[in-house]
């Protein structure tokens, strides 16, 4: 059993900056891969980035490439998302999810937490 924790969460203006963090629970948090998701209102949930057990590995959609960055601190068992130059449209709620390998398909993920709030304004 894994049990996510996100936070870091706000209000921000455009091309603005902020910084999840997702806190894990359990061992095996260096032997799963995470995620982060972003859902909106009205809208479905859909991929940000990901990254590797080992922090090796990321991948991104193509929407945050170059804006967002995806690390990870075994050490602490915690997950990051640095978000730079922040527009309107990434407003939503941010989930950290987690699963032994990599998926940009939310309906793999069998861990989530609970959300944190991005609002950007114009």
């Known amino acids: 059993q894994v049990q996510l924790v996100e936070s870091g969460g706000g209000f921000v203006q455009a091309g603005g900056s902020l910084r999840l963090s997702c806190a894990a629970s359990g061992r095996t948090f260096s032997s799963n891969h995470m995620a982060w998701f972003r859902q909106a209102p009205g809208k479905e949930r859909e991929f940000v980035a990901t990254?590797?057990?080992?922090?090796?590995?990321?991948y991104y959609e193509d929407a945050v490439k170059g804006r967002f960055t995806i690390a990870r601190d075994n050490a602490k068992n915690t997950v990051y998302l640095q978000m730079n130059s922040l527009k309107p449209e990434d407003t939503a709620v941010y989930y950290c999810a987690a699963r032994r390998t990599s998926s940009d398909y939310a309906g793999k993920y069998a861990y989530w937490g609970q959300g944190t709030q991005v609002t950007v304004s114009s």
């Open positions: 990254i590797s057990g080992g922090g090796q590995f990321t």
